[in-house]
């Protein structure tokens, strides 16, 4: 019996504090050598596509620019079609906010990029309700979380009816947009460009459900990540899906090293360079709503209790979707049962993305388990260093899955469906996958 194939995306590291930039060997995050660098190295590892986030407001932290966010990254469609350029199989996922960008101007933009890269255009639709972002546009405001996936419902629509056009004109009259007329290109290579969906909430699951091709997600521990799968892969036949419709890609972070012992203390240190002390007191900040510069990084947690009011200490980015009283106690239990861990070590343990930290055997050990035993489908890859991050994966781990029976050895094809095994948009389901 064959083995459940692994996918991969690779994400390049631009506003986060994940990319250690004070590592001798980091790069920058603007010039487009570092682009071709990382690019060219995850297709050479047979990797499905490159994956780029999005920043639409530089955050401030009391009042002042996040220094994690100085960084920036040029745009995301320039980036994408230059990347087209200088690869020939790998896909092309950019992340385009549904509440700040109309139809029309979307579907242009991702069907040009199929047509130019042979079918490679991925578009990874989130939303921002987010007031403080909003004033960078005309429109601003705030969109409370349902509303903001009804707008973005809307978006995908009428985006898809454009994409599909076949000579009649397009004609849309909903609650949020009128569009009337001829689009000016043919349906792409691969029908319509693949659609992600980054969210965990059941909001997006159900989104997810009912128009994505992939969902990006967080998950900590295998049952975690078992208990996510079946969910989100049930909600999929109420939508006239199947299983195979929707692939599960949590986001994940990995350490290599020659032994394993290497490869932890390896991790510890870099871990220790993502949170630093200004580091773990801001994102101790988001969740008590207070500041909290007099506080010992190397200290205990504050023993008072969060303001959860206060949504202006960091702005730019939506506060915790828990009660923050309630993750404060959460964390003070944490750092109890650790022996009295510190605001440093609680942030260190408590802020990270699901890692794996070994040799290159064990890592390829550890991800063919989350695969094989329906946690996921694949990981969106993380890496702490731009652009070099994927060179070792590349070089070490992939030859480990490939000898597993679990990683591909050549590009099925030449479009994104094709390295995620996904169906043409207007396919029907076969019979098994309906029965």
């Keep these: 019996m064959s083995k459940k194939q692994i996918h991969f995306g690779a994400h390049f590291p631009g506003v986060n504090n994940t990319t250690v930039w004070s590592d001798p060997q980091a790069g920058s995050q603007t010039d487009f050598v570092s682009f071709v660098h990382f690019a060219q190295n995850a297709e050479r590892g047979l990797m499905d596509f490159v994956f ?9 932290h009391r009042g002042l620019i996040h220094d994690l966010d100085v960084v920036g990254r040029p745009d995301t469609f320039t980036v994408l079609n230059a990347i087209a350029a200088v690869t020939t199989h790998l896909g092309l996922a950019g992340t385009i906010n549904t509440t700040f960008n109309e139809p029309y101007e979307l579907a242009k933009q ?17 939303t921002t309700s987010d007031a403080f972002t909003g004033e960078n546009f005309r429109r ?17 629509a009428v985006t898809r009816s454009l994409w599909d056009f076949r000579g009649e004109p397009v004609e849309h009259h909903g609650p949020q947009f009128d569009v009337s007329g001829r689009f000016p290109l043919p349906p792409g290579p691969q029908g319509h460009p693949v659609l992600i969906q980054a969210g965990d909430s059941a909001e997006g699951r159900d989104f997810a459900a009912a128009t994505a091709d992939a969902i990006f997600t967080l998950h900590g521990t295998l049952e975690a990540g078992q208990a996510f799968y079946a969910d989100v892969k049930g909600r999929l036949r109420r939508h006239g899906r199947s299983e195979h419709d ?38 101790l900040e988001q969740i008590w709503g207070l500041d909290l510069t007099g506080y010992d990084p190397d200290g205990p947690l504050p ?17 915790h ?11 003070r239990d944490f750092a109890a049962a650790g022996g009295g861990l510190s605001i440093r070590e609680v942030v260190i343990e408590k802020t990270g993305r699901q890692s794996f930290i070994g040799s290159p055997r064990t890592v390829a ?25 994927l060179d070792r994966f590349v070089t070490d781990v992939v030859p480990e899955l490939q000898d597993r029976g679990s990683y591909r050895t050549a590009y099925p094809g030449p479009t994104l469906r094709d390295h995620l095994g996904l169906r043409h948009p207007h396919a029907p389901l076969t019979a098994q996958e309906s029965a």
Aim: charged fraction near 25%.
């Design 140 to 156: 601003g405001g705030f969109l409370d979380r349902a509303k903001r996936y009804e707008r973005a419902a809307e978006v995908v």
């Design 52 to 60: 780029l986030a999005e920043g639409l407001r530089l955050r401030e």
């Design 303 to 319: 023993d008072v209790d969060p303001d959860v009011d206060n949504v202006s200490i960091t702005r730019g980015r939506v506060r």
């Design 110 to 126: 991702f069907a040009s990029l199929d047509h130019l890269s042979g079918g490679r255009a991925a578009w990874n639709m989130v």
């Design 365 to 389: 050990d550890q991800m063919d388990l989350f695969v094989q035993s329906n946690a996921c489908d694949g990981f969106i890859l993380v890496p702490h260093l731009t652009p070099g991050g």
């Design 246 to 283: 929707l692939k599960v890609l949590p986001g994940v972070t990995f350490v290599l090293g020659d032994t394993d012992a290497e490869a932890q203390a390896a991790a510890d240190h870099i871990r220790r360079q993502q949170v630093s002390p200004p580091t773990a007191i801001a994102f």
């Design 321 to 331: 979707a828990k009660d923050p009283r309630a993750v404060a106690q959460e964390w």
